[in-house]
């Protein structure tokens, strides 16, 4: 088969819908291969209505104990229906599908599945799916794959193109050597795209699943050891010389520096003036103070007569760090320039103008740094920020742009040693471990709808103490493929009614426009908005020591990296924070789980922690995204795999690694792995 061909090629699909195909990154017949299910739903057991809870996912056996009641308001339209079971009534409810009329039989049950919700003192079931005796037993026995989907593309398309797809496929699609899938006792990769799509039973898709991901570490650890070839300490170009600033920069600073930041420091200035290229890691907890360890060396580099650039992931991050770099650093002499995405027209040609003629020595920016047009003097020294967000790829593109600079990538993503050595193999590791002693410990407490009030009541109180509060919700706007889980937009419409004018809430997610959420962001820094309500766009870096509420809703849907960076937001000034993760789901695994971030704020310890508590298996459904960006391997999860990856490759030919890194690459091409362009908020 020709993985490259286009989906036009798949019957039923023309022009329009493969328009709609190609917003899901979907272009080739590889391309949907490769387009694995985001998770797969499990019918559960039914229950009685009595007990019910908010926040669950329910399937209830009832019948309509009233007549359906249609309630037009405005253009959207209610449906409300009773139903009984015997052991209690639960009102269901459906909006703008007012068809569902048909399905409700006074007096003939059905199966309802639905999101449980409380309204005032009542809860009911939104959005139920109604489904006959026979159609329920039918999806209790398969597990049914959930894709993204986006409005014109039905998982019933996806299915019956990729069945046409798969069929296709024969077994020298494989590029792994036999013998390396049977050491470590693989599918083939041709079973791995059939299970995956279309599960026989759990076990075997839980095999695809080990397939696919043995496959995207597999590649990895090949370019890391790649670039680890290239990377054997070269003599640099850059001679640099310590400088008295730096001295006068530490003792000017509103704080002295942890034992941590000094030791690392002392570390990276060792590797700067050794007349060696520098490759280090700098990882640190949320608010251990990265930051300045960039700065210091950024102001080494400016008065040695070079040139220094930071690339972070998001335009946020790249204006916060312009303002604190630009303030701190321009007393010394030091121009600093920003260039993002939003940095336009005659402004844009200004700044890369400077750039080229050396009349900026610290560039800060997003990705517009690796952009073809932007062309420097004597760059000596790359950083990215929160390396995580960025694929390797990203990585090597600014490290060109320079002729061999030194490099340092930051990550707050706290990973134990043991893996961070297998993922930053071409690189040495400092470790910022400890936080500035001026904090106080965030208080953390996990709960579940029955406190919201009482949540939004503190949140009220600590603003009028002139705080700032986060809330976070995992999606931007309803969804059409899942309606449980909250979503910025209408939550920010029902916090304003149901607070009025006690607090100035605003919203900001990673779709707005680089100028509305450079705004968003000023004001909320200037305490002009008191509460924000987002998606994880903050995640990364954000610092408004203000805020001292973070209140996570959906917590349960987050994996744990990405909690901890999100409390990361909080805790950064001198007053008390506090921490509120609300779930619905109140299931034994998901509360030991939330119940980590619970008793501790220490990173390290966390991620120590999820790796004991998540077997294989496990990692269905929650997305890492605070983890680096892997596409379907979870580093701490499938730590197993990881490890079992790094040293198959330690123990290979370089002829069998070439072809394995050929050929792989071939079917893993875009959009997919780690080692590709990642996607940025
Ligand atoms: P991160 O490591 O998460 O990038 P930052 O560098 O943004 O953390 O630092 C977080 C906050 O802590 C900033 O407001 C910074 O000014 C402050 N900070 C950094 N180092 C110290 C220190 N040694 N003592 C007190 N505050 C510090
Ligand atoms: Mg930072």
């Known amino acids: 088969m020709v993985l490259e061909e286009s989906i036009t090629a798949i019957k039923g699909i023309g022009a329009k819908t493969a328009l709609l195909l190609n917003k899901l990154g979907i272009y080739t017949k590889g391309d949907i291969l490769k387009y694995f299910p985001r998770n797969y739903d499990k019918y559960d057991k039914i229950i009685p209505i009595s007990m019910v809870k908010s926040g669950m996912t329910a399937i209830i056996s009832a019948m309509p104990v009233s007549f359906p009641m249609l309630k037009q308001m405005g253009k959207k339209s209610i449906l409300i229906c009773e139903v009984s079971d015997g052991s209690g009534k639960i009102e269901l409810n459906w909006f703008n599908m007012p068809f569902m009329k048909s399905k409700l039989a006074k007096g003939v049950h059905m199966i309802y599945r639905g999101k449980v919700v409380r309204k005032g003192k009542f809860i009911s079931m939104v959005q139920p799916e109604v489904l006959t005796e026979v159609e329920y037993r039918r999806k209790t026995e398969v597990l049914q794959p959930i894709y993204h989907l986006t409005k014109g593309v039905t998982s019933n398309l996806l299915r019956k193109s990729l069945k046409e797809v798969l069929a296709e496929v024969t077994s020298s699609i494989d590029y792994l050597p036999k013998n390396i899938r049977d050491e470590n ?79 690392v420091w002392e570390e990276v200035r060792a590797d700067l003036m050794s007349g060696k290229r520098m490759n280090r890691l700098v990882q640190g907890d949320v608010g251990s103070g990265k930051t300045v360890i960039a700065m210091l060396s950024c102001l080494l580099m400016a008065k040695n007569g070079y040139q220094a650039s930071v690339m972070v992931p998001t335009e946020v991050l790249a204006r916060q760090h312009y303002d604190s770099f630009s303030t701190a650093l321009e007393k010394y002499g030091v121009r600093v320039v920003l260039l993002t995405g939003s940095v336009k027209g005659r402004e844009r040609k200004e700044v890369l103008l400077r750039i080229e003629k050396h009349e900026a020595d610290i560039i800060i920016g997003t990705h517009a740094l690796i952009q073809e047009k932007v062309v420097y003097d004597k760059l000596a020294l790359v950083i990215t920020d929160e390396q995580h967000r960025f694929g390797v790829k990203q990585r090597e593109r600014l490290t060109d742009k320079g002729d061999e600079p030194h490099t340092m990538v930051m990550s707050a993503t706290p990973i134990p040693r043991t893996l961070a050595v297998i993922l930053y193999g071409d690189l040495d590791i400092s470790i910022v471990n400890e936080l500035p002693a001026d904090r106080q410990p965030i208080k953390n407490c996990v709960v579940d709808e029955d406190y919201r009030m009482t949540a939004y009541k503190f949140i009220l109180d600590e603003v009028k103490k002139g705080h700032q509060a986060y809330i976070i919700c995992p999606m931007i706007e309803k969804s059409e493929d899942n309606d449980e889980l909250s979503d910025v937009i209408s939550y920010t419409d029902e916090l304003i009614s149901l607070i009025s004018n006690k607090a100035r809430v605003r919203y900001l997610h990673g779709k707005m426009k680089n100028e509305e959420k450079n705004h968003i962001m000023d004001e909320f820094a200037a305490c002009r908005i008191d509460i924000l309500v987002s998606t994880t766009v903050v995640e990364v870096g954000v610092n408004v020591p203000n805020a001292t509420v973070m209140m996570i809703e959906n917590a349960d849907r987050f994996g744990l990296a990405s909690l901890h960076q999100l409390r990361g937001r909080i805790g950064r000034g001198g007053a008390q924070s506090y921490c509120i993760f609300m ?62 990856t790094s040293e198959t490759v330690k123990c290979m030919s370089d002829k069998t690694k070439n072809e394995c890194y050929d050929r792989g690459r071939k079917f893993y091409s875009r959009g997919y792995g780690y080692g590709e362009d990642v996607m940025t908020l």
């Open 185 to 263: 006792s693989l599918i083939s990769l041709k079973d791995a795209l059939q299970e995956i799509h279309f599960p026989k039973s759990y076990n075997t898709l839980v095999d695809a699943r080990r397939r696919l991901v043995f496959d995207e570490f597999f590649l990895f650890a090949l370019s890391i050891d790649r670039l680890k070839l290239g990377r054997e300490k070269t003599p640099s170009p850059y001679i640099v010389n310590d400088d008295s600033t730096v001295v006068d920069f530490i003792s000017s600073l509103p704080f002295s520096l942890t034992n941590a930041q000094q030791k």
């Open 583 to 644: 779930s619905g789901n109140t299931s034994k695994e998901a509360m030991e789980r939330l119940n980590i971030l619970n008793t501790s704020n220490d990173g390290f310890k966390i991620a120590e922690e999820d790796m004991k508590l998540r077997g294989p298996g496990d990692v269905f459904g929650i997305r890492q995204s605070g983890d680096m960006a892997f596409n379907i391997g979870d580093i701490i999860g499938d730590a197993d795999i990881l490890k079992l």
